[in-house]
T-cell receptor, first 114, second 111 residues
Framework: DGGITQSPKYLFRKEGQNVTLSCEQN?????MYWYRQDPGQGLRLIYY???????QKGDIAEGYSVSREKKESFPLTVTSAQKNPTAFYLC?????????????FGEGSRLTVL | GDSVTQMEGPVTLSEEAFLTINCTYT??????LFWYVQYPGEGLQLLLK?????DKGSNKGFEATYRKETTSFHLEKGSVQVSDSAVYFCALNTNAGKSTFGDGTTLTVKP
């Protein structure tokens, strides 16, 4: 089945450590996105990529980094510079970065800083 | 910038009650409008969408109409079920391809 796979589902990190969240899609979508979700809040855009080897900062990019070396993969690294990284992270993709395109989401990765 | 304002929750209803979740937006240009649903511990999935003014999106008994004059996209369902318990997000998408989400409304339906 086509879809988006995020891993790991749960991740624990000690303060000062970098962690990388994986996001893979087999939908042949051009655009991919990373969102952060905190309790009682909407989704906030961290980074997005509309094409391979190119990506842009979203609204809360500080303390995060991404790469887009392959069309199907868009990993997110949460660095030690991110002051409050405990959150639920959602990866999404869309057919093209146009207005009418819906987003397809993975099941999320929950990161907890110990 | 673009923004989406949803009715604050949580919303608690009895089974078979009528549901309305209000959503209004601010955007430049002519956005497409979406409702997504999130079940506990999962990602979001599209519930319905509308791409131009006066369009009505519908799915699984839910409906929403794109009202340009009131910049609204309210979600309605005539008779909710326990299985409809979830968090509902209103969102818009502009030609830039970036989606803007509301804060979400938690719906709990009791038997």
């Amino acid at each position: 089945d086509g879809g988006i796979t995020q891993s790991p589902k749960y991740l624990f990190r000690k303060e000062g450590q970098n962690v990388t969240l994986s996001c893979e899609q087999n939908l042949n979508h051009d655009a991919m996105y990373w969102y952060r979700q905190d309790p009682g809040q909407g989704l906030r855009l961290i980074y997005y990529s509309q094409i391979v080897n190119d990506f842009q900062k979203g609204d809360i990019a500080e303390g995060y980094s991404v790469s887009r070396e392959k069309k199907e993969s868009f990993p997110l690294t949460v660095t030690s510079a991110q002051k409050n990284p405990t959150a639920f992270y959602l990866c999404a993709s869309s057919m093209a970065p146009t207005a009418t395109g819906e987003l397809f989401f993975g099941e999320g990765s929950r990161l907890t800083v110990l | 910038g673009d923004s989406v304002t949803q009715m604050e929750g949580p919303v608690t209803l009895s089974e078979e009650a009528f549901l309305t979740i209000n959503c209004t937006y601010t955007a430049t240009g002519y956005p497409s409008l979406f409702w997504y649903v999130q079940y506990p511990g999962e990602g979001l999935q599209l519930l319905l969408k509308a791409t131009k003014a006066d369009d009505k999106g519908s799915n699984k008994g839910f409906e929403a109409t794109y009202r340009k004059e009131t910049t609204s996209f309210h979600l309605e369902k005539g008779s909710v079920q326990v299985s409809d318990s979830a968090v509902y997000f209103c969102a818009l998408n502009t030609n830039a391809g970036k989606s803007t989400f509301g804060d979400g409304t938690t719906l709990t339906v009791k038997p």
